[in-house]
């Protein structure tokens, strides 16, 4: 049996909350970066719609003095050419904005930089806390918690490299922030040894294909709540309304929110599959038996039918828009369930949250 190493323990700890420090750091970033873009923004579109409304003057007069319009002008009275230039992209940002999106990188720099910090001191982390248990970091509530945090950010930042996503970076962030801070103060587990069921090659398997699944399904929970967003913007914006989330500015319009949405939940749902399946396999390993209606797999497939029926929905149903956005935070709100209450509350064969 693996020696525990308390003094790794202990390193692990103070990293988690030298990472939690930095991803704050971050975060304020992140969220200056959205405060200080839509101000500037909207700046540009004021700039723009002077420039547009000098345009139709100075058509307007020309037209007039040419005698090509005024009460003696063939056509209606007073009828100005349509301008071509300060044309807009859904959302209401004026299309001049895509080059300046490309050079508002300041802040936005400074919180990547810090993130990709915060993760590395996140990752040496969850290394020590593995080598102080003398085990995968995965065998109990607080360190499930602190590994999905730590491949949540993790998977964020490499889409980054892919796709500019940096406008869920406060969102994404704030997550894994409230992650960390929930293990430390809510689910904290001293270094230990597992219980004999998990001293198995099948924890490393099914855990670690859970956990990328869920960190998969924290971006896409983030995506659908500023789909949503997006959507009520567009449609004030639509109706002549104020718009008062400016910051939603730099995010991309609510279709282009949930096709990614829908991809990286695809995806999602495949490793869930595997979850379940593995955990069958694994449970006929320890217990003799594939199926028991354990509340811990009651729960997980009840997450994979929830996100089954939001693929099947949105592919063939025709359930786009909003109706998509709330099925996938509902799948994400059983998630929580799953790891939350079930892992506290109900007692069955899982009860491996280590409180």
Not at 119 to 140: E, K, Q, Y
Not at 148 to 163: E, K, P, Q, S
């Amino acid at each position: 049996m693996p020696v525990i190493n308390e003094t790794l323990g202990q390193y692990s700890e103070l990293f988690m909350l030298l990472a939690a420090g930095t991803y704050t750091v971050a975060f304020i970033a992140f969220a200056w970066d959205l405060a200080k873009s839509s101000k500037m923004l909207r700046a540009v579109d004021q700039k723009a719609a002077a420039n547009t409304a000098g345009e139709k003057v100075t058509v307007a007069a020309g037209r007039v003095a040419s005698g090509l319009e005024g009460p003696d002008a063939g056509g209606p009275a007073g009828r100005a050419e349509r301008p071509t230039s300060g044309l807009t992209v859904e959302g209401g940002t004026a299309a001049g904005d895509m080059k300046y999106a490309g050079e508002r990188r300041a802040p936005a720099r400074v919180a990547v930089a810090l993130t990709v910090l915060g993760v590395l001191i996140h990752g040496a982390g969850v290394v020590t806390r593995a080598l102080g248990a003398g085990r995968v970091p995965w065998g109990n509530m607080y360190e499930f918690l602190t590994t999905g945090a730590f491949v949540a950010v993790a998977v964020f930042l490499v889409v980054l490299i892919r796709r500019d996503l940096r406008f869920l970076g406060t969102f994404v962030i704030g997550l894994a922030i409230i992650m960390l801070v929930a293990a430390s103060a809510a689910f904290w587990t001293p270094v230990g040894h597992l219980v004999p069921a998990l001293q198995s090659y099948w924890l490393i398997i099914h855990v670690s294909i859970a956990v990328l699944s869920s960190a998969l399904f924290t971006l896409t929970f983030a995506m659908s709540v500023l789909q949503l967003l997006q959507s009520h913007r567009q449609k004030n914006l639509a109706a002549g309304r104020t718009d008062n989330l400016g910051f939603m500015r730099l995010v991309p319009n609510a279709l282009s929110l949930e096709n990614l949405s829908y991809r990286i939940n695809a995806i999602a749902f495949i490793g869930w599959t595997f979850t379940l399946m593995f955990g069958a396999i694994w449970a006929e390993k320890a217990w003799g038996r594939f199926w028991g209606w354990d509340p811990k797999e009651v729960w997980t497939f009840v997450i994979w039918v929830v996100y089954a029926g939001y693929l099947h929905a949105r592919a063939t149903r025709g359930w786009t828009g909003t109706r998509a956005a709330w099925l996938s935070i509902v799948g994400y709100a059983c998630v929580i369930i799953n790891f939350t209450l079930v892992n506290t509350v109900f007692n069955g064969l899982h009860s491996y949250s280590g409180l």
